[in-house]
């Protein structure tokens, strides 16, 4: 069984920062051949895409609300994933999730592992 836990959330003021760790976990889990993005999904809103990284780290994707704001890592040995947010602001507001799919793609429905998620609430 995998496991993905999502950490670092909590309130934080407009233009302020957060970092979201991810931990991966599972007997049959192999970190490193999985691709690992971020999604959240803010209050009446659907899921949408926040960034991703490929198995390497060599690549990474972001959603152009958050281009140049946030950053994604990611620690192969600690087969743990990394979000850094900076220059929050309040429409960044949701609860934000962790997820591994064997190849990057942008439609959430393709993606094979989610964690509970971790909520963000940024204040104005």
């Known amino acids: 069984q995998v496991q993905l836990v999502e950490s670092g959330g909590g309130l934080v003021q407009a233009a302020g920062s957060l970092r979201l760790s991810c931990a991966a976990s599972g007997r049959t889990f192999s970190f490193s051949r999985y691709a690992m993005g971020w999604f959240r999904q803010a209050p009446g809103k659907e899921r949408e895409f926040v960034t991703a990284?490929?198995?390497?780290?060599?690549?990474?994707y972001y959603a152009d609300s958050v281009k140049g704001r946030f950053t994604i890592s990611r620690d192969n040995a600690k087969n743990t994933v990394y979000l850094q947010m900076n220059s929050l602001k309040p429409e960044d507001t949701a609860v934000y999730y962790c997820?591994?799919?064997?190849?990057?793609?942008?439609?959430?429905?393709?993606?094979?592992?989610w964690g509970q998620g971790t909520q963000v609430t940024v204040s104005s």
């Open positions: 990284i490929t198995r390497s780290g060599s690549s990474t």
């Open positions: 997820a591994a799919a064997l190849n990057f793609v942008r439609d959430m429905r393709r993606w094979d592992f």
